[in-house]
């Protein structure tokens, strides 16, 4: 059987999981099939968190001001994530799903 997706540029590979992040959430907040938001939200902090080291491993490849934007933002996501399981919030989720979203695009639109 071959495979009849389209392969992804790696811009498109590297804004992926920013999407993805953000219809978790989307879907996990309506109580959708998807996962439980509480997942959704281990996922999405595991991810900001992952890309956050990743840019300190590269600090001297990286502006300061890209580093230190992933690392207050992965301490958010992660933040968030151990408030939301006490106490939910629709603003946060739709802030941490606005972020998500515009991370992909900023990753796509990139020169």
Known sequence: M???KAALSAREEAAYPFLECAVLLDHARKGGDALPL????DVNAARW????????GR???L??????????ASRFMVEA???LRHQRDE????????MNLNMSETILSTH
């Open 63 to 72: 502006p300061a001001t890209t580093t230190a934007f992933f690392d207050r």
């Open 2 to 4: 071959t495979n009849t």
């Open 81 to 83: 994530a151990r408030t």
């Open 49 to 56: 968190m992952t890309v956050a080291n990743r840019a300190t």
């Open 91 to 98: 603003k946060v989720i739709d802030m941490m799903i606005h």
């Open 38 to 41: 509480a997942d959704a939200l």
């Open 59 to 61: 600090a001297n490849s």
